[in-house]
């Protein structure tokens, strides 16, 4: 049988039955009969199997690529925009491995868990954003009207109110590695 890259894989896998039953004919000295029907059967359990086990694989891949590259981006210190990019892609390929035929039930809870953590690190991202242009102008006109204005005083505040953001983001940033890490051990 030639390698032709332009044949399609039932063809291919059309001559890879026929090969079997020359073969198994051919060497057991059988012509026809129940070993020809049954080497047809074994290749085509087999064929079935290997399908439906790549096609598993490929999707767990393609998740694990985009929550690694979620993963990457925020080490990276991607910027909010690309942020919810990555989290877009991942849940695109979230959403297609829950439509496969065959589906590893743990690594989905664990990257569904991964996926969560990657969102609700975006919520308090976006807040932080919000608080920046109105919270913290807020804060301000509070502070001067109680007669707590001065520059260090202020600044201290917001800070503080950052790295409160800043603390939670990291702590759901950390929790989704967490999720991905047990993702890729529910694969072993």
């Known amino acids: 049988m030639k390698n032709r890259p332009w044949r399609t894989s039932r063809v291919r896998f059309r001559e890879e039955v ?3 039953d020359a073969l ?3 060497s057991a000295g059988w012509k026809g009969g129940s070993m020809i029907g049954l080497s047809r059967i074994c290749v085509l359990v087999l064929g079935i199997s290997i399908s439906f086990a790549t096609a598993a694989m490929a999707g767990e891949r393609n998740v694990l690529k985009a929550l690694k590259e979620t993963k990457g981006g925020v080490e990276a210190g991607v910027n909010y925009e690309r942020y919810n990019e990555l989290l877009a892609g991942a849940k695109v390929q979230i959403d297609a491995y829950k439509k496969g035929k065959t589906i590893n039930k ?3 809870e664990n990257a569904t868990a991964c996926f969560s953590s990657y969102e609700n690190a975006a919520v ?7 608080f920046r242009v109105k919270g913290a102008s807020k804060i301000v ?3 001067v009207k109680e007669g707590k204005g ?16 800043d603390n939670k983001m990291k702590t759901y940033w950390d929790a989704a590695a967490k999720e991905l890490d047990k993702a890729l051990e529910s694969l072993k």
Do not use: N
Not at 124 to 130: H, I
């Open 141 to 143: 006109k509070e502070m």
């Open 106 to 108: 743990r690594f989905l």
């Open 24 to 26: 198994c004919s051919d």
């Open 150 to 165: 001065r520059p260090d005083e202020i600044i201290s505040v917001l800070s503080t109110k950052h790295q409160e953001y």
């Open 18 to 20: 026929e090969g079997a």
């Open 124 to 130: 308090v991202w976006k807040q932080k954003m919000e």
